[in-house]
């Protein structure tokens, strides 16, 4: 199936568990509840195509095309997105263990309440991207684009931002205990209520960001920059 034109196709419900298809053009086609398990979409156009609940374990979809998709409640642990475009893509819900978004683009990008534990997505470009409530323990950003994402309740324990750009975002309420963000970019971001107990700041940039309530017993902040930053008297 490399290089087809399936534009449109209904695909709902089919098996194509290790198919072949780098290439091919399914934009806007239904794939729901699909099996695609191991199949190999490098390149492949799935702009505005329908992927609810399918099965993409382990899949490679490497430099793939899925802007605007809805990928809501999918199957993908352990599926390569390298350099993949998933730009205001809906993935809520989604199991994405594992799975590899190493310099992918994510822009504005809906991942709520989805499963990314152990995922790389390092230098990936998330700005503007909903990950509330998303569960990124021991997740790797480094270096990942982060500007204005919304990380409102997130789980990031033990993950690693070091160098991340989270300028203006919002982390209200976050886990980040035992997170690694040296050097991390944090000015204006919003961290009230966020839980970073033993998590390693040193040499970040918080400049004007907001702590106000946020838990810092046992965080290393050597070399931080908390210029202007916000405190409130339960700050510890």
């Known amino acids: 199936m490399q290089n087809a034109q399936l534009e449109h196709a209904d695909l709902g419900g089919a098996d194509l568990d290790g198919a072949y ?67 205001r893509t809906e993935l ?3 199991d994405l263990k594992c799975a590899d978004f190493q310099e992918a683009i994510l822009d504005d990008a809906n991942l709520e309440v989805s499963h990314l534990e152990k995922s790389n997505l390092k230098r990936a470009r998330l700005r503007g991207a909903n990950l509330k409530g998303t569960n990124m323990e021991g997740a790797h950003l480094e270096g990942a684009h982060l500007e204005s994402a919304h990380l409102e309740y997130a789980h990031l324990k033990g993950a690693y931002l070091e160098g991340a750009n989270l300028k203006d975002a919002h982390l209200e309420g976050a886990h980040l205990e035992n997170a690694h963000l040296e050097n991390a970019h944090l000015e204006n971001a919003h961290l009230e209520g966020a839980h970073l107990e033993n998590a390693h700041l040193e040499g970040a940039h918080l400049e004007n960001a907001h702590l106000e309530g946020a838990h810092l017993e046992g965080a290393h902040l050597e070399g931080a920059n908390l210029e202007g930053a916000y405190y409130s008297p339960s700050n510890t």
Do not use: F
């Open 92 to 94: 809520v819900n989604c």
């Open 21 to 87: 298809m780098q290439h091919a053009n399914l934009e806007h086609a239904l794939l729901e509840a699909a099996r695609l398990q191991g199949a190999y979409l490098a390149n492949v156009n799935l702009t505005v195509a329908d992927l609810y609940n399918a099965h993409l374990e382990i899949a490679n979809l490497e430099s793939a095309c899925l802007d605007g998709a809805h990928i809501e409640s999918a199957h993908c642990a352990g599926a390569c997105l390298k350099k993949a475009s998933l730009k």
